[in-house]
């Protein structure tokens, strides 16, 4: 069995460096309803089922590279992040995205999702999934959900390049032993 994971393709929205905790959650929503640029990549051969999730971006994505059976699921949806804190004092985005990932280990809760509800979900569709034994699974999702699924398959004995965050539309192919 093998299972390729891609992450969307690269979302066509600009970023300020600096941003208020307003102007953080207000990009963050904006991301996550903002069109795609698309590359030229198709992978029908290669595949039996593609599971998808259920964002636009990912949705996008998962019908331009193949055309065969499609799943779309919210158990693939990105892992939301907000501001953890309310401020009116600009800070660089990439350190609001790390506050709010560490947030989101912690269960803290101003994020929308804990740990532990993502990697339950994450959990469940991936049991679903390694059910096709001898089928060959495309994945396409987002950077943050496609790491904790990298880490999971490692956990049971599927090999593969490793990564902190995927490349958008670039596939990482697993195999079990």
């Not at 880490?151 to 670039?170: M, T, V």
Request: glycine content about 4%; some cysteine.
């Amino acid at each position: 069995m093998r299972i390729g994971l891609i992450r969307h393709f690269k979302v066509d929205l600009k970023k300020s460096q600096f941003m208020t905790s307003k102007q953080f959650n207000e990009y963050m929503e904006k991301y996550d309803v903002s069109d795609v640029i698309p590359n030229e990549v198709v992978i029908d051969d290669e595949w039996d089922k593609c599971y998808c999730s259920s964002i636009s971006r990912a949705i996008t994505t998962a019908k331009t590279i193949y055309h065969g059976e499609t799943i779309i699921t919210d158990k693939l949806v990105e892992i939301s992040s907000t501001a953890f804190m309310n401020i009116k004092i600009p800070i660089s985005y990439y350190l609001w995205a790390i506050l709010g990932r560490f947030a989101w280990i912690r269960n803290h809760r101003s994020q929308p999702e804990g740990r532990k509800t993502t990697l339950k979900r994450i959990n469940e569709i991936l049991d679903t999934i390694l059910d096709d034994e001898n089928e060959n699974i495309l994945i396409v999702s987002h950077a943050g959900t496609l790491y904790e699924i990298r880490k999971i398959l490692s956990k049971r004995g599927f090999k593969g390049e490793k990564f902190l965050k995927a490349r958008n539309g670039k596939i990482y192919i697993y195999k079990n032993k």
